[in-house]
């Protein structure tokens, strides 16, 4: 006898416990609301969405740790790290957005030195 549907779902759920709708969908041939109505049915839970599937880094690409949010860690700082001219000095810098964000100056001058150095400058003109 040719296993039901359902039984190929039982199946194939007990083989694959994180299994997703659309994975079991594909599986069974159904369709996705099909599957879901089946998990429903039979009381169990399938896996998240393809959400959950692996996701590639934000930044280069490459795929992500499931619990990782969008970046790898390292992507994460290049990505949010900018590169600024110091208004005193000309001098170029980088910040990561965070130090940047801390407070105005932060993002105009590369150190505390060259913002003096620049406000006496000014100030004297
Ligand atoms: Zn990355
Ligand atoms: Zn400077």
Redesign the pocket.
Known sequence: MKPTTRERFQTLHAARPNITVTEMADALKVTRQRASALAQQLGVQLGGREAEAVRP?R????P?DRHAKA??A??YLKRHTVRLTCRGCKRTFTRTLRERNRHPGAGAFHNRECFHAYRAKAGAR
């Open positions: 880094c930044y280069c690409g490459k992500l970046y790898h390292a992507c």
